[in-house]
């Protein structure tokens, strides 16, 4: 008989994968019409020669959801925020569905939710009114993924943590023609840390200059968190939202 021939088929390229829909709400009696862009862009390893990353090996894939308000006639007077969570290990998905973005899980008040199942309702407090958002994935979290065959783990390190959002937010920028408009960071816990390295980072390596940034649950020092016998910055610090949280429930 024969001898059974392998044949190996060649593996698909990863190619950007984006889908843009349109949708609307009301805050204060007046509409808000936005158009939301979701999906995922493929981060490239950068060239020794010129340190570009076009054209080059994928490395991974980075999800994003988008929003932006139509009518809209001059966009470089028009404020894009960008927005991560912290963990490290988490997606977008709190600051996105919580706090800032078009839509929220309504969940009642803290010390009073609501039981499931939730659902999803009209955010009359969404940042959209004043600036367009942008929720971020880090690599290994949401739907984030490094391509077949790379290590997630290379990314979970402060510095390539830095350089995967970093060059993601380099991509958008450069791609949907935002360069110059007023562009913030707002992250949360783990998130400030990174949106205070990408701070000097993007202005370094990208030459991007940002306009502000706002930290949720602020944490750039970590000695301030961690208790222990002799160190009483923690206690020190933590002891006013014990009391305000202590008070708030009664």
Same mark, same amino acid.
């Given at each position: 008989?024969?001898? $059974? ?9 990863? @190619? ?5 829909? @349109? =949708? #609307?709400? %009301?805050?204060?009696?007046? $509409?808000?019409?936005? #158009? ?10 950068? #060239? ?13 894939? &980075? ?13 470089? @007077? ?15 998905? +709190? ?9 929220? &899980? ?38 984030? %993924? ?13 510095? %390539? ?17 935002? +360069? ?66 202590? +008070?708030? =429930?009664?």
């Amino acid at each position: 008989m024969p001898e $059974e021939t392998k044949t190996t088929e060649a593996k698909p390229t990863p @190619q950007d994968q984006l889908t843009t829909t @349109q =949708h #609307s709400l %009301r805050i204060g009696g007046k $509409e808000l019409r936005y #158009s939301v862009t979701c999906g995922t862009v493929v981060l490239r390893e950068e #060239s020794e020669k010129d340190g570009t990353a076009e054209g080059h090996k994928p490395k991974a894939k &980075v999800f994003f959801i988008a929003y932006t308000k139509e009518g809209v006639a001059d966009r470089s @007077q028009r404020p894009i925020t960008f927005s991560f969570n912290g963990g490290p290990g988490s997606s977008s998905v +709190w600051l996105h569905l919580g706090l800032l973005g078009p839509k929220r &899980v309504e969940m009642g008040d803290a010390g009073a939710l609501t039981p499931p199942p939730y659902r999803l309702v009209d955010n009359e407090h969404t940042l959209l009114e004043v600036s367009d958002l942008v929720f971020i994935d880090p690599v290994g979290t949401g739907y984030s %993924r490094m391509v077949e065959g790379e290590k997630t783990k290379e990314y979970h390190g402060f510095k %390539r943590d830095l350089e995967s959002v970093g060059e993601f937010i380099r991509l958008y920028t450069h791609r949907y023609g935002r +360069w110059n408009s007023p562009k913030y960071l707002i992250g949360e816990s783990y998130g400030t840390t990174r949106a205070a390295g990408l701070s000097g980072y993007l202005q370094e390596r990208h030459g991007m200059y940002l306009n502000g940034l706002m930290l949720v649950s602020s944490i750039l020092d970590f000695s301030t968190a961690r208790f222990g016998p002799g160190h009483d910055l923690p206690h020190l610090l933590f002891l006013p939202s014990f009391a305000a949280t202590a +008070w708030y =429930h009664r």
